[in-house]
DNA sequence: ACCTGAACACCGTTCAAGT
DNA sequence: ACCTGAACACCGTTCAAGT
């Protein structure tokens, strides 16, 4: 890659995390590519389609959720429901961010099919430690947790829920993965 | 109203209707107008934000749950999870109507609050039939049970889940509210 | 090899001109 | 009183022309 293309790649990296975060994934393109200070025509150049330069911003934050999940703590049913909270938080960091992973799933070829499968296999580490541990009663599908965890994220941020409120959906969700009749 | 604004009215409805079913609540606007054969400002004139264009739409489908709520048994637990998915399968009927209804929570004064308020009331009776019928072991907060239950509807739709995805995370949540220590 | 920016199609919204 | 449609600003996307 020539030395004005590495350049300008990096540029529009920087303006678009700033885009991001400020409007959110459905941010204009147009913002980042003028932010960024070229054509649009180079924007599409680097990142042919906004997922792909989505999945390059979440890189960094991908490594952020498995390095959480694997120094997180799942001695008591507590910390489980705090890991999920964390995970709702990061989620939220990024506005649209939720509903572009949940939409992973159904494009076979997103750029975000990494991403999304890096947090259900970090979920799943959290969650097999949990259940090795006694505090989570019944092995769980990591992809459903992370289903429901993105569909309370997504409620949050269209709702505009506070923590608390935020913790309570959360506590439903994990006390339903912990069925009655397992403690019976 | 004149004899002229009120067919127009008509008209915009009933091309509204069809394209919200095509393309969703964010649909474009222009297609509705061409569609119903008038000029943007028309649409305008009579319906001065997307919102209050939907909330006129959604006056049948919010009796429909009501009539739906008031109809349901609720002497089993799946009687319950039934009410609920019935709810999600309504919810999808628009693409991005549970999105929208969430989005509702934080608006004060939407157009669409009527209809979510009706939603929530319309759960309440269900969960509060439930819970006498000691079917649902604790009273629980309707106004959150939507929130959870829009949150499932926004991940089914994102991730284009089946029907019986969709159901195992509303048994899930319903298992939630159904929390162990009430069983003991 | 890469960049630029004009060009096109589309959309939401407003408003002066009509009837 | 209501409608029309041009006009404006904005956006995503493409591509011929440049370097």
Redesign the interface.
């Known amino acids: 890659m020539r030395a004005d293309a590495l350049k300008n790649r990096a540029r529009i990296l920087e303006a678009a995390r700033v885009e991001v975060e400020l409007g959110g994934t459905e941010c204009s393109l147009d913002n980042v590519a003028k932010r960024a200070g070229v054509g649009p025509g180079t924007l599409y150049r680097h990142f042919p389609t906004r997922e792909d330069l989505i999945s390059e911003l979440l890189l960094t934050w991908v490594s952020d959720v498995e390095a959480d999940a694997d120094a997180t703590a799942t001695d008591r049913w507590d910390d489980v429901l705090d890991w999920l909270m964390r995970l709702v938080e990061r989620a939220r960091l990024y506005r649209g961010l939720a509903?572009t992973m949940?939409?992973?799933?159904?494009d076979e070829d997103s750029p975000l099919r990494a991403a999304h499968a890096a947090v259900v296999e970090a979920n799943g580490r959290v969650f097999d430690r949990a259940f090795h541990a006694g505090v989570v009663v019944a092995p769980v599908d990591s992809g459903?947790v992370i289903?429901?965890v993105?569909?309370?994220?997504?409620?949050a941020e269209?709702?505009?829920?506070d923590p608390a409120?935020v913790r309570?959906?959360l506590?439903?969700?994990?006390?339903?993965?912990?069925?009655?009749h397992a403690?019976?």
Chains 1, 2 share one sequence.
């Open positions: 509903s949940a939409a992973t799933e159904s459903e289903r429901l993105t569909g309370v994220a997504m409620s269209q709702a505009k829920l409120q309570s959906m506590s439903i969700v994990l006390h339903g993965l912990t069925p009655p403690h019976s």
